[in-house]
């Protein structure tokens, strides 16, 4: 509406709809104002005798889809103030991962990787109010071995202490001498909101 009301006053002008008045200015426009309504099909509506919004209303979604197919749809949805194109939100990612070298590796060298990596990971879940569900653990050997160890998380990890944690757990299940580690890497999968109920949100 607000795109319609500028049309309507131009460039230099300035107009203010009152909540109370939308309904009657919504009503009074002509078909050929609203959005993907082009020459052809005001030109089927004039036919039909539908010259405005009102017209549309009158005329009914039935028809309008017998009329135009899933464009009857949107017009009708149009003509009732409902954006027919689906709401569009930013997707948060499926899978986190952050790695590092280890130039000298020994059991301190290590640890202090897993806090390092799990605080950067902390911060990419928090950034996206994320939990992760599982965790995996890549180690590259001096050998050009690489190994990967994952487990589940539950419940969803959202914090550097718990991230570290299980990267230290799936660790010493890799039975792993930290000598021969030249790079280590944590990858967090299963993202979630954090908190998230399985139910759809109340718009209002």
């Known amino acids: 509406a607000a795109a319609l009301v500028a049309e309507d006053v131009g460039p230099r002008g300035v107009a203010v709809l009152a909540s109370n008045a939308f309904e009657d ?8 104002r609203l959005p993907a309504v082009g ?4 030109s089927r509506l004039l036919e039909l005798g539908v010259k405005d919004v009102a017209g549309l209303r009158l005329l009914g979604v ?4 017998l009329l135009l197919g899933s464009a009857g749809r949107a017009l009708w ?4 103030a409902e954006d ?10 499926t899978t986190l991962s952050r790695e590092e070298k280890l130039p000298v590796a020994d059991s301190a060298a290590l640890d202090a990787a897993f ?3 799990a605080k950067r990971l902390e911060a990419a879940l928090r950034r996206d109010g994320l939990g992760a569900n599982r965790i995996a653990l890549r180690l590259a050997t001096a050998d ?16 550097a202490g718990a ?4 990267a230290r757990e799936l660790f010493e299940r890799a039975e792993v001498d930290p000598v021969s580690l030249r790079r280590i890497g944590i990858v967090l999968k299963g993202l979630e909101v954090a908190g998230a109920e399985d139910r759809q949100l109340d718009l209002f």
């Open 25 to 32: 200015y919504l009503l009074s426009l002509g078909v050929e």
């Open 39 to 42: 020459p052809k099909t005001t």
């Open 62 to 65: 039935e028809r309008l889809e």
């Open 77 to 80: 949805l149009l003509a009732n």
């Open 84 to 93: 027919p194109k689906p709401l569009r939100v930013r997707q948060h990612p």
């Open 115 to 117: 806090v390092r990596l």
């Open 144 to 159: 050009a071995r690489t190994l990967t160890r994952s487990r589940a998380l539950g419940p969803p990890a959202t914090s």
């Open 163 to 166: 991230v570290a944690a299980a």
